[in-house]
């Protein structure tokens, strides 16, 4: 099933943890998705999840707080 052009998503993180920040090399975010933060993440900047109905996303925000992008796992 395709949402919107991309690929079912797979969960990537726990619902406990919707709004949590976490450091970009917590062993608890995806190792894809580590290496993609790191990439392009500035030391400032944050990394939380988004718990969501189609199984979460890691958001990285800059250091005004501005939504950079949106990671998650795809089947």
């Known amino acids: 099933m395709m949402i919107f052009g991309r690929k079912k998503a797979m969960r990537s993180g726990l619902p406990a943890w919707d709004g949590l ?6 062993p ?3 190792e894809s998705i580590q290496q993609r933060v790191v990439a392009m993440a500035q030391p400032d900047w944050e990394l939380c999840f988004a718990d969501t109905k189609e199984g979460g996303e890691w958001w990285l925000f800059d250091d005004t707080g501005e939504l950079i992008e949106a990671f998650w796992l795809e089947q």
Do not use: A, L
Request: glycine residues 0%; proline residues 11%; without cysteine.
């Open 21 to 26: 920040r976490f450091e970009f090399d917590d």
């Open 28 to 30: 608890r975010v995806p």
